[in-house]
């Protein structure tokens, strides 16, 4: 049985990668083969010989201008790459070939046990390449590699004997069927959620995990040890959440979290919702259960089963709206209080037009929770339950985990009166 790790291409996102095969060896799985296409082959190469520590420094110290002659940080350079693309047929890596040349080793590649695979295109007779540490000149396999990283027409073609390669992303981003060919029975296959073209894998009886990058948006250019330093801790919380020894979807919460935040606050979930929702002599009733979400809500209710799905999803959307790092690993009791601190320093209390998103939140949260009318209270936030779901269900999540919390409000409330003082 033969394990393979599969690296897509993505430029500078490929720092992610180093994160998953930290926690792979956390966990303890070995893997056999790694095949790899653009900066997937760049790390494959540093990781099919053990040198994580080297493939780290590399990631935390390298930017835009170790690569190429100018930095995407700075603006006033664009019009010089814009000039180079267009005059030159790409950007100049000369630098980068070099810096490369540098850190990967090719005998210890050759000598390493875990075999190696990259993909590459012949740009003449558009034939892609899909070569073996073995099928490669000795030699030549750097010249490969940098081959395989050619995002033509962004970079320079590469010339190899004559010919012309560029991105093995036009012809297989995800090379798993070139890891399937070198005897793969099982695939661990990391998506950087990059542009390229990805081949259908053509044994379905192998065994595939896919573990993906969720930022469609970074451009892919520009290398920042910043970005590189969150990618990596991204890329080990999310392998860790997909073999089941954290949790979370956009956030990371420790095991056993999820599911003690909802046996502590579901109750309350649940009165709120039905205490401002479930007025039938109301007419707004009607329309409000015609969107799905509440329909699903209430129909779970009834049925006295778990809502944890919407619970989860409004606490991780408040992460988001309140820009919570999204790099750490959380308790859920942390994690709560910092979203009620949040909310409580939106204190809009008057409802105005403009407000939405966190604002509308904030404005929801204050004026229940310092309302003595609830039922008034309940009346005026039927009409934003109707128009605004999203951010009515996230309020309704910090109210219920705020009545859990009563204690720690207080406190705040207590030490800001004394502070006053």
């Given amino acids: 049985m033969k394990r393979a790790l599969v690296l897509s291409g993505g ?12 926690a792979l060896k956390k966990l303890g799985i070995k893997i056999d083969i790694i095949t790899g296409t653009s900066i997937g082959s760049i790390n494959g190469a540093l990781l099919v010989t053990g040198d994580y520590k080297k493939a780290k420094k590399l990631w935390l110290t390298i930017k835009s201008d170790t690569i190429f002659n100018y930095t995407f940080e700075n603006p006033k350079e664009y019009p010089k790459i814009v000039k180079e693309l267009v005059t030159n047929k790409g950007l ?37 390449k899909m070569l073996t540490k073995e099928a490669i000149p000795k030699g030549k396999l750097i010249s490969y590699i940098i081959a395989s990283a050619t995002c033509f027409p962004a970079i320079q073609l590469k010339e190899i004997d004559g010919e012309n ?6 012809y297989d981003n995800l090379p798993i069927n070139l890891a399937i060919d070198m005897g793969a029975d099982e695939v661990i296959a990391v998506d950087l959620s990059a542009i390229g073209i990805k081949q259908k894998v053509k ?3 192998v065994k595939i995990d896919y573990i993906k990058h969720s930022d469609k948006h970074m451009f892919t250019l520009d290398f920042n040890p910043t970005t590189a330093k969150k990618n990596i801790k991204l890329g080990y919380n999310d392998t860790m959440k997909y073999y ?5 979807n956009i956030y990371t919460f420790k095991k056993g979290d999820l599911e003690r935040n909802y046996n502590k606050i579901s109750n309350n979930y649940i009165s709120l919702f ?9 007419t707004l009733l009607t329309e ?3 969107n799905q979400r509440y329909k699903n809500i209430l129909s779970n209710i009834k049925q006295n089963k778990k809502i944890d799905v919407e619970i989860n999803k409004s606490l991780e959307y408040l992460g988001t709206i309140f820009d919570l790092d999204e790099q750490k690993v959380y308790n859920i009791d942390v994690f709560n209080r910092k979203l009620i601190r949040e909310a409580k320093n939106l204190s809009y209390l008057t409802l105005d037009k403009n407000l939405k998103g966190k604002m509308l939140i904030g404005y929801i949260y204050n004026k229940y929770m310092n309302s003595e009318d609830k039922q008034e209270v309940h009346k005026k936030l039927l009409n934003i339950a109707l128009i605004f779901q999203k951010d009515f269900l996230a309020a309704v999540y910090l109210i219920a985990i705020s009545q859990k919390y009563l204690f720690t409000l207080y406190s705040d409330k207590l030490y800001n009166s004394l502070s006053k003082n």
């Fill in 244 to 248: 089941k020894k954290l949790e979370g």
């Fill in 274 to 282: 039905k205490q401002i929702l479930s007025n039938e002599k109301d």
């Fill in 203 to 205: 044994n379905s009886d």
């Fill in 11 to 22: 430029g500078a996102k490929g720092s992610y990668q180093l994160g998953v095969y930290k």
């Fill in 165 to 170: 390669y560029i991105d093995g992303g036009y």
């Fill in 288 to 290: 409000i259960f015609k």
């Fill in 92 to 128: 100049n890596i000369e630098k980068g070939e070099e810096f490369i040349s540098k850190i990967i080793d090719e005998e210890k590649i050759r000598k390493s046990k875990i075999d190696y695979g990259l993909v590459t295109v012949n740009l003449k007779t558009k034939v892609p």
